[in-house]
């Protein structure tokens, strides 16, 4: 297996730790290719599909992704040597996201010290994801899920409009092009742009070293975050 190779260790100055630079006309692309995407899917609405988390007690689904340097890694280097915390993110636009950053960033020391290796699964291509984590200054790695293969086996689907317009005025509700393109508007104003999957919902789900799903959080609303004390507590039982 891949992991049982040995490799040669490289001087320093041969090793790179910081992820590839895109340019800012490649970036700029990508993400107004995003944002394309998110006005498509606000206006064709989240339809009828909600999540169902996979249970505890399940398998963890071992996927490939590539990570925010443009690396590939299995989920299960993750939880190989202990426990480890999948995050799946909202999409790159979103001020829940934000929120969850800052929150992580201030529980990421009490995860170490419980032996969690932490890491989030988002939306966006490695270059965009790379740009998210310098700029929110997110600590874990960032694996890149654009076609939801992870989101999706793990049971993750869209939120209902309720769940991510409930604190948004009445007249919003119907989710239409126009009023996307001046949420679009508003957030580019701020250097926020509103990119990816608007109604995709976020989870998260604590992996066990052999691979066995212990405990899952699903959201109820886009800014439902969890305790951390409950996945801590679930890391040592």
Same mark, same amino acid.
């Not at 297996?1 to 730790?17: F, G, R, W």
């Not at 339809?47 to 399940?58: E, N």
């Given at each position: 297996?891949?992991?049982?190779?040995?490799?040669?260790?490289?001087?320093?100055?041969?090793?790179?730790?910081?992820?590839?630079?895109?340019?800012?006309?490649?970036?700029?692309?990508?993400? !107004?290719?995003?944002?394309?995407?998110?006005?498509?899917?606000?206006?064709?609405?989240?339809?009828?599909?909600?999540?169902?988390?996979?249970?505890?007690?399940?398998?963890?689904?071992?996927? !490939?992704?590539?990570?925010?340097?443009?690396?590939?890694?299995?989920?299960?280097?993750?939880?190989?040597?202990?426990?480890?915390?999948?995050?799946?993110?909202?999409?790159?636009?979103?001020?829940?996201?934000?929120?969850?950053?800052?929150?992580?960033?201030?529980?990421?020391?009490?995860?170490?010290?419980?032996?969690?290796?932490?890491?989030?699964?988002?939306?966006?291509?490695?270059?965009?994801?790379?740009?998210?984590?310098?700029?929110? /200054?997110?600590?874990?790695?960032?694996?890149?899920?654009?076609?939801?293969?992870?989101?999706?086996?793990?049971?993750?689907?869209?939120?209902?409009? !309720?769940?991510?317009?409930?604190?948004?005025?009445? !007249?919003?509700?119907?989710?239409?092009?126009?009023?996307?393109?001046?949420?679009?508007?508003?957030?580019?104003?701020?250097?926020?742009?509103?990119? /990816?999957?608007?109604?995709?919902?976020?989870?998260?789900?604590?992996?066990?070293?052999s691979g066995t799903i212990r405990s899952t959080y699903a959201y109820?609303?886009?800014?439902?975050?969890?305790?951390?004390?409950?996945?801590?507590?679930?890391?040592?039982?």
């Amino acid at each position: 297996m891949a992991h049982s190779l040995k490799y040669p260790t490289l001087p320093k100055s041969l090793l790179n730790t910081e992820p590839p630079k895109l340019g800012m006309e490649a970036t700029e692309r990508l993400t !107004e290719a995003a944002e394309k995407e998110w006005l498509e899917t606000w206006v064709a609405g989240p339809g009828d599909k909600r999540s169902k988390l996979l249970d505890p007690g399940t398998s963890a689904p071992d996927l !490939e992704l590539l990570d925010h340097t443009g690396a590939s890694r299995r989920l299960s280097s993750f939880w190989s040597d202990g426990p480890a915390l999948l995050m799946f993110w909202r999409h790159f636009g979103c001020g829940c996201g934000l929120d969850r950053a800052s929150r992580l960033n201030e529980e990421y020391a009490d995860y170490l010290d419980a032996g969690i290796n932490p890491v989030i699964i988002g939306q966006g291509e490695p270059g965009r994801a790379a740009e998210y984590r310098e700029k929110y /200054d997110i600590s874990c790695p960032i694996l890149c899920d654009p076609e939801f293969e992870a989101y999706s086996a793990y049971g993750l689907a869209h939120f209902g409009v !309720e769940q991510v317009l409930y604190d948004a005025p009445e !007249e919003t509700w119907c989710h239409s092009m126009e009023i996307g393109l001046d949420f679009q508007e508003a957030r580019r104003a701020i250097n926020r742009p509103l990119v /990816d999957n608007p109604w995709m919902s976020p989870g998260e789900f604590l992996v066990d070293p052999s691979g066995t799903i212990r405990s899952t959080y699903a959201y109820q609303y886009c800014s439902d975050y969890p305790d951390a004390r409950v996945f801590l507590t679930a890391a040592k039982i």
